[in-house]
């Protein structure tokens, strides 16, 4: 006889609750939750895969520990532990504690008491070598409120927006922004009030709901921005009371945007300068609104500019939360914070903590710059890293996959946490064998937690769920939760972990630190007995809002009532302002209107088109791995415009070659008109094997083979440019696939 288990996925950050059919102990089958709040029974492909994901024969059931002929051979827990530790005590004396590094990646969604422990472990050591996806992904969302200030009432709620504009995100399929169900909430608040601006090269999924949709070039978002703060300016639609009791530097950022006329913007962007007007219009209009962006703006190099000018413009229409609105993402299993109508002052967005030995790199406000990491582990020399923790998919994700092979293999140690054989996995030293999700204990806090860093993650509404693991692992297989590895070494070392709770962690508790100024003492975990996840968990959400037993009682979920909150009033005393004139964001900005543009896109008769990024439905970032049939081609398709296809003779299926200046990669073209032309758009994560045992048709292709961590890289986070990549496409004449 079946029955159903309740657990969210966590295939991606949208946490769909799903329903997951158990027959004699196995999943047999995995569909939407349709009694859950918000999701409306919501389930994507991947998240049906979840059933072959679980069941995956090739699953890894024990440790592994390469051997000198390159070999894999099992290891015990108790041995790993025990041989990890010796290892990295090694390098720590010879070489101390900044040679030992860690990166987070996305497995942290899966394995949420990873970060906490990986953390406190890293503290132990005395480390500051740590790193995450931020620094890959979207920096500027976190660099950006640093220098422009935050608004401590949150944005508006979206079922209140007149407006709202996204640049290259794409939610109905990425999930990031209306996570939730993204395709239902987009059609209902379209057909009502609120009008949606779409800026992406492609006609996406989600731009097929806009008002307008300016179809780009890629790399020209802080242009349109500009462009669109010049016309709110000229139109009398900055909201002057808002600006004045909030924010300074109009002046200064009215000069700067003054020669980003309409014309101009809409020639250098490839936009239809009428449209241009047109989305100005919506915004001036709109008496509430809310903007977000995406990966792909954040890809095409100045992606700190464009989130800076996005959060400028936001404030000019004074679109924030007001006093007396409902609070947005409030508080549900992270401690209470009050939202008020006011802003807190801007912060330092780089140039202090740990300064990298490469590029005059430096920890930012999205973390260490990953970007130098490879260089780090290759730089010879007093701070050199030789050993790394590593949970991500790596070899297919981080750029420039050649150094990032040459890095791995240049370390004294790397320890990867995975699931199976991945083409990052055996790159390892010792690979920590792990449980799969529904062998995982699940809450909500993770996305809460990326929510205060991006405002395309969490829950609007207060909502909050908890599953216990369902499964036990097979009582043959000796795995590891990817945390325990940080305890168990940090044990045998004799090394103290501080307690893992977020009131510690991200400074929460100081705010209630005794008045008289005696410093709280520091927390300790019980280095003695080895807590239980579950145990993790209640320590990681200690003092929450909703306590973590209340929600365990709701198995589908549940919107706290008690968690809502209302904008409360400005503080008397406060003085703080948003800064609309960041002298390096205005500098940047001058030298975008200097530069020539071609010049600064590097297109050429050589390398005449541009690559971009774009997520599928059916697979997310290097796990596409679990259920190949779930994909639709089993090779990452390269997107073209029909008339490009034409013009170089190619029909969809064709196999080409793609070049950029720092590798080349084999793909099979496929016909998009949607996208446009001169662009191609191939999704990352695949690919990545090598040798006779490599076929581009089966696997499809490492895009971050035509990626470079010295191209055009941020010089604050180190991002390199990921997207507007100028590239060539040269037919390969072999049959399709
Ligand atoms: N060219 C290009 N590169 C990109 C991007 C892009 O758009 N273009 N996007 C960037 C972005 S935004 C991000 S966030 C990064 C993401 O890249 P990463 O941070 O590397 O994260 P994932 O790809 O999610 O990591 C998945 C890997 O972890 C392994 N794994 C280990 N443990 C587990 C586990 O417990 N469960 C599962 N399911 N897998 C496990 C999987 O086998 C797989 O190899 O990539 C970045 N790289
Ligand atoms: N199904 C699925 N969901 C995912 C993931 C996945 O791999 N698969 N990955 C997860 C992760 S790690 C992340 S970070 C989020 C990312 O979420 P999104 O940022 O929404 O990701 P994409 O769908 O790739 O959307 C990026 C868009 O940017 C456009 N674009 C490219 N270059 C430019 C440019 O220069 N300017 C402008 N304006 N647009 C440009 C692309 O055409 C594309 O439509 O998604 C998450 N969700
Ligand atoms: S959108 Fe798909 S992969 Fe993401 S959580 Fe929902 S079901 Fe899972
Ligand atoms: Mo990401």
Redesign the pocket.
């Known amino acids: 006889m079946s029955h159903i288990e309740k657990s969210p996925c966590r295939s ?3 946490y769909c609750p799903v329903d997951v059919v158990v027959d004699g102990g196995a999943v047999v089958k995995v569909e939407g939750n349709h009694d859950a709040p918000l999701y409306q029974g919501f389930i ?1 492909p ?1 998240g049906r895969a979840l059933t072959a994901m679980h069941n995956n024969p090739e699953r890894l059931k024990t440790h592994l520990k390469r051997q000198p002929d390159g070999s894999f051979a099992p290891i015990s827990s108790a041995q790993l532990v025990a041989e990890v530790s010796d290892k990295i005590a090694a390098v720590i004396a010879e070489n101390g504690p900044s040679a030992v590094a860690a990166y987070l990646g ?1 497995p942290g969604l899966e394995h949420q008491a990873l970060g906490p422990l990986m953390t406190r472990f890293m503290s132990a050591i005395g480390s500051a070598n740590l790193f995450n ?1 931020a620094t890959i ?2 920096p500027g969302l976190m660099i950006a409120p640093a220098l422009h200030g935050t608004w401590a009432g949150g944005r508006m709620h979206p079922d209140s927006l007149d407006v709202f504009m996204i ?5 109905v ?5 209306f996570a939730q169900h993204p395709g239902n909430q987009l059609k209902k608040l379209t057909t009502g009030c609120m009008k949606l601006i779409v ?4 006609r ?1 999924e989600t731009a097929r709901r806009a008002a307008v949709h300016l179809q ?1 070039i ?4 802080p242009t349109i921005i500009a462009g669109l703060i010049h016309l709110i300016i000229e139109m009398g639609a900055v909201d002057q009371a808002f600006v004045e009791r909030n924010a300074q530097g109009l002046e200064q950022l009215t000069q700067a945007v003054r020669n980003f006329t309409p014309s101009y913007v809409a020639e250098r962007a490839g936009i239809d300068e009428a449209k241009l007007r047109e989305a100005a219009h919506i915004i001036a209009t709109a008496k509430r609104g809310d903007f977000g962006s ?4 954040s ?2 190099t100045r992606g700190t500019l464009m989130a800076y000018l996005m959060y400028c413009l936001q404030t000019l229409r004074g679109f924030w939360a007001q006093e007396g609105d409902v609070v947005v993402m409030p508080r549900v299993l992270f401690p209470q914070q009050l939202f008020k109508a006011q802003p807190n002052a801007p912060y330092p967005g780089w140039g202090f903590g740990v300064k990298m030995r490469v590029r005059d790199l430096q920890q930012t406000a999205a973390g260490m710059p990953t970007g130098a990491l490879p260089e780090e582990i290759l730089t010879p020399g007093k701070g050199q890293i030789k050993a790394l923790f590593l949970h991500s998919g790596a070899m297919v994700t981080w750029p420039q996959e050649a150094l990032v092979k040459e890095a791995f293999e240049a370390l004294d140690l790397l320890i990867v946490h995975d699931v199976e054989l991945s083409v990052t996995a055996r790159m390892a030293h010792y690979i920590i064998a792990t449980k799969m999700p529904f062998e995982i204990p699940v809450m909500t806090q993770i996305n809460e937690l990326l929510s205060m860093f991006h405002p ?1 993650y969490g829950w609007v509404e207060p909502y909050g769920a908890y599953q216990p693991a369902l499964f036990d692992p097979p009582a043959e297989f000796d795995v590891l939760e990817a945390w325990q590895i940080y305890y168990r070494v940090a044990q045998r070392l004799g090394l103290q972990l501080e307690y893992p709770s977020f009131l510690d962690l991200l400074g929460l508790a100081a705010r209630d630190a005794p008045a008289d100024g005696e410093a709280a003492a520091t927390r300790l975990m019980d280095m003695e007995r080895e807590p239980s996840t579950d145990e993790l968990y209640e320590m990681m959400c200690e003092g929450s809002v909703v306590p973590l037993a209340k929600v365990k009682e709701y198995p589908n979920g549940h919107l706290f009532d008690e968690a809502r909150q209302i904008v409360g009033p400005r503080d008397i005393d406060c003085t703080a302002r948003l800064e609309l004139a960041n002298p390096a964001m205005l500098e940047e900005l001058a030298e975008t209107r200097a530069e020539v543009v071609s010049e600064r896109r590097k297109t050429n008769a050589d390398y005449p088109y541009l690559l ?10 290097a796990v596409n791995n679990a259920d190949r049939s779930v994909l639709l081609k089993p090779y990452n398709p390269a997107y073209m415009n029909p008339e490009d296809l034409a013009r170089l003779g190619l029909a969809s299926g064709d196999r080409v070659e793609i070049s950029s200046r720092h590798g080349s990669i084999i793909g099979f073209v496929e016909a998009e008109k949607d996208l446009r032309p001169g662009v191609l ?1 191939m ?1 990352h ?1 695949f690919g990545g094997k090598a040798g006779d045992d490599y076929d581009p048709a089966r696997d499809g292709a490492n895009v971050n083979r035509l990626t470079s961590w010295t191209d055009d890289y941020d010089p604050y986070n180190g991002m390199p440019r990921m ?2 990549i100028p590239i060539s496409v040269k037919p390969v004449n072999t049959a399709r696939p």
């Open positions: 991606c950050a949208a994507c991947k996305g996806n992904d979207q640049f290259g995100g794409n939610p399929i990425s999930k990031q922004y800026i992406d090269p492609r996406t780009c890629p790399g020209e978002d995406g990966t792909g703006p890809m095409a395309g971009i990024p774009r997520r599928i439905q059916n697979s997310t970032n758009s999704t994560g997207s507007a």
